[in-house]
């Protein structure tokens, strides 16, 4: 696992979430605030050197809230991406 490879791509998870505009109805969460403040709990997680825990995995899940609010967005394709990096981060 490459802590600062998922660091960077929670980073840019977070910057997607708070853009204006987005939809949550889909995902666990209720609006831009609550993921954000998720995301900053992750982050603090695996920079503090923990091991990642199944709420990181669940969030680039498939069908998971990032990818529900992802596609209520219009930014899918940015998402698919950034999945693929938070995979590459964690070594698979």
């Known amino acids: 696992m490459d802590r600062e490879k998922l660091i960077d791509v929670l980073r840019e998870a977070r910057d997607l ?10 995902s666990s969460w ?6 954000t403040r998720e995301i900053d709990q992750l982050i603090a997680e695996v920079r503090s050197g923990g091991l990642p825990s199944e709420a990181l995995q669940i969030v680039f899940a498939p069908t998971g809230p990032m990818q529900e609010v ?3 967005s219009g930014w ?17």
């Open 17 to 26: 979430l708070a853009r204006p505009g987005k939809e949550f109805l889909w």
């Open 30 to 35: 209720e609006n831009a605030r609550q993921a």
């Open 70 to 72: 992802s596609l209520g």
């Open 76 to 92: 899918g394709d940015e998402f698919l991406s950034l999945a693929a990096r938070f995979d590459d981060a964690l070594g698979r």
